[in-house]
């Protein structure tokens, strides 16, 4: 266990995020100083991080190894390190990333007692050797967090319709069907790219990353709370959007049991 002092959120500008609004919600929260600094890669850049990133990269759904280091790949990564906007469309390893942003992170601040939590602009996942594939997170925990925005539309499974919804219209028009469009066609609730609810949501995988370093527990059982860890968008938004927002025990600890957006 670790008595965390401080934690550093980092915006992430190409996003809808509201970085500011989580650190208020916060700082209601837990002890530790709140503080909020500009994007990451721009605060904290190593000569090598394009490279790192490079190496991050998954290469197949079903293959293990990470990685393409070829020179138009690392200017790709250069670009995107410089014009985040240009970035997207790539799966990264996320223990990869946040090993080059540990070490990207000043040697006096890489303490336990200041937790660095990277708001990022990027996909990220986990090998999982249950099924020998990669799997998206909304979050990686440790040091730094993660807290991928991509990952909050993309790494939680969406009502099986709204795949069958997007597939059907990819083959009659050739793109991606519009928000109002999947919302009327789908049932079901479920978050997409650029959702207003973004901000709300990530609050709680914020919060996880704290009190992962605080207590050692990863996530809560309880589906209700905003520790749980949601498979399922419709979970997800139970979880995260949904009064009460924590479960008893962790509403002891995290106080306010109001609305989620206070």
Not at 63 to 92: C, F, H, K, Q, W
Not at 151 to 174: C, D, I, N, T, V
Not at 194 to 199: A, E, G, L, V
Request: with cysteine; aromatic share 8%.
């Amino acid at each position: 266990m670790t008595a965390l002092e401080r934690l550093v959120l980092y915006r992430a500008p190409t996003t809808v995020c509201d970085v500011d609004a989580i650190a208020d919600w916060l700082d209601d929260r837990l002890e530790a100083a709140v503080t909020v600094r500009d994007r990451f890669l721009e605060t904290h850049r190593t000569d090598d991080l394009a490279e790192r990133f490079a190496e991050a990269r998954v290469l197949s759904p079903h293959d293990r190894e990470t990685g393409n280091t070829m020179l138009g790949t690392i200017r790709y990564e250069e670009r995107a390190l410089e014009s985040p906007e240009r970035g997207g469309g790539v799966l990264y390893d996320g223990g990869q990333v946040q090993r080059a942003l540990n070490a990207a992170i000043p040697a006096d601040e890489r303490s336990l007692e200041t937790l660095h939590v990277v708001v990022l602009d990027r996909a990220v996942g986990t090998w999982g050797d249950h099924d020998g594939r990669w799997h998206k997170r909304v979050n990686v925990l440790g040091q730094p967090a993660i807290v991928s925005v991509p990952g909050l539309y993309e790494a939680p499974a969406k009502p099986e319709a709204y795949y069958k919804e997007k597939q059907r219209h990819a083959l009659l028009s050739g793109d991606s069907p519009p928000r109002e469009v999947l919302e009327n066609q789908v049932e079901g609730e479920f978050l997409i790219e650029n959702d207003p609810r973004t901000t709300d949501a990530l609050k709680g995988y914020v919060l996880q990353a704290a009190h992962y370093l605080e207590t050692g527990e990863a996530f809560c059982d309880s589906e209700g709370c905003r520790l749980f860890n949601a498979h399922y968008h419709e979970k997800l938004i139970e979880a995260q959007l949904r009064e009460p927002p924590f479960c008893g025990t962790h509403a002891q600890l995290y106080g306010h049991s109001g609305s989620t957006s206070e």
